[in-house]
């Protein structure tokens, strides 16, 4: 049995799956492919569980051949989490939001590895005054910053749990407890990291291992247990890697090829992530940070010369080193509904130096 596909317009897409799920019950099916830059529809009638046989989509001339009904099923579920195809209302809600609310988290609920300090805290801090519930998992037994008392100034929830990304049964046992406590979770903020500055032939593999195990590994089972929870809620979400500038260019003065290597994976996996997890409407983005003004830029510069740690000011073009509440904007905007049409994005937060040196000029 063949089906001929029929062209519509793309409004007609989101309204075909508002169509009632009963009686005969109305099948839909949409693919778009880029060279025709049109949208098919096709729909079939299904009267009797008897004909709800299995059935496989195969795409050929413009023509859907029936044959697997799982498989239709399964991509329509794709279908309606894809943050592309939405219902006229929807779309028009979205456009009437004012810019404000766009950036507002209100009533939704994150969690931030590596949350206690640096950046990550002026994330967890600023996704609280947002209006976002959030839980930090961090490797001290305490947070070093105020985290619970987001609570009270903010208005939202904010809990801590102890965790090492680096180990999986830590990780897994801090998450799921993260969960509890906020019910739900709208995404996820990587932001846990290591780093060692050596020269090359000096780094030991238990040193590099580690930083490994924390920035790529860490991020990776973090974010895959983000993932299985949102899709065990049956809801998109938003994933917020902290990369580094050094996934983009070697840093002037700095010896840190494990580190670079560790968050040249990570950002190499918000892209590769990004693609696979869209059509189940999850976004995933990355940010990249140069010289910030944090606890691990501090005892860099103190292991270093004088000349290396005055390249923090004045390598940017900008002339100085950056603060961790010039990051944490970025991950705001990725986290809210300002980018839900943003994924597999890096935002730079560099001052500049991903361009060229500053000073150079100033021998022109």
């Not at 839909?28 to 059935?55: D, G, I, M, W, Y």
């Not at 979205?94 to 994330?123: E, R, W």
């Not at 918000?270 to 501090?298: D, H, M, Y």
């Not at 990725?334 to 890096?346: P, R």
Request: glycine residues 8%; charged residues 20%; contains cysteine.
């Amino acid at each position: 049995m063949e089906e001929q596909a029929t062209a519509v317009p793309r409004e007609l897409v989101a309204a075909a799956f508002l169509l009632p799920s009963c009686g005969a019950r109305t099948v839909t099916f949409v693919k778009t492919t880029a060279l025709l830059q049109r949208t098919l529809l096709l729909v079939e009638s299904v009267e009797t569980p008897e004909r709800q046989v299995a059935r496989r989509l195969s795409y050929q001339n413009s023509t859907f051949r029936l044959v697997e009904w799982e498989k239709v099923s399964r991509q329509l579920e794709i279908l309606r989490l894809q943050s592309s195809i939405l219902p006229e209302s929807a779309i028009d809600a979205m456009a009437a939001k004012s810019i404000t609310s766009k950036f507002s988290l209100k009533g939704k609920s994150y969690i931030v590895t590596g949350g206690a300090m640096g950046i990550g805290y002026c994330i967890t801090k600023d996704i609280a005054e947002s209006g976002a519930n959030v839980a930090v998992l961090d490797l001290r037994s305490e947070p070093l910053e105020d985290v619970y008392g987001l609570a009270k100034q903010f208005g939202v929830k904010a809990d801590y749990f102890q965790a090492d990304v680096s180990d999986e049964k830590s990780l897994t046992a801090a998450f799921e407890k993260a969960v509890q406590s906020l019910g739900k979770i709208d995404g996820i903020v990587t932001a846990a990291g290591i780093a060692i500055d050596k020269p090359f032939v000096d780094q030991k593999w238990e040193e590099v291992e580690k930083v490994l195990q924390v920035n790529a590994m860490g991020s990776f089972f973090a974010a895959q247990l983000a993932v299985k929870q949102l899709q065990k809620q049956g809801t998109g979400g938003s994933i917020v890697f902290i990369a580094s500038i050094t996934a983009h260019v070697n840093l002037p003065g700095y010896r840190m090829a494990g580190y670079n290597v560790s968050k040249g994976g990570v950002k190499m996996l918000s892209q590769v992530l990004s693609a696979e997890l869209a059509p189940k409407g999850i976004r995933v983005n990355s940010i990249s940070p140069a010289f910030i003004e944090t606890n691990q830029t501090r005892g860099a510069r103190e292991h270093t010369t004088k000349a290396a740690g005055d390249l923090m000011q004045t390598a940017p073009p900008m002339g100085r080193i950056g603060q961790p509440d010039e990051v944490s904007p970025a991950a705001i905007f990725f986290l809210s509904d300002a980018a839900t049409y943003v994924t597999g994005a890096d935002i730079l937060v560099s001052g500049g130096i991903h361009t060229g040196r500053g000073g150079d000029y100033d021998m022109v």
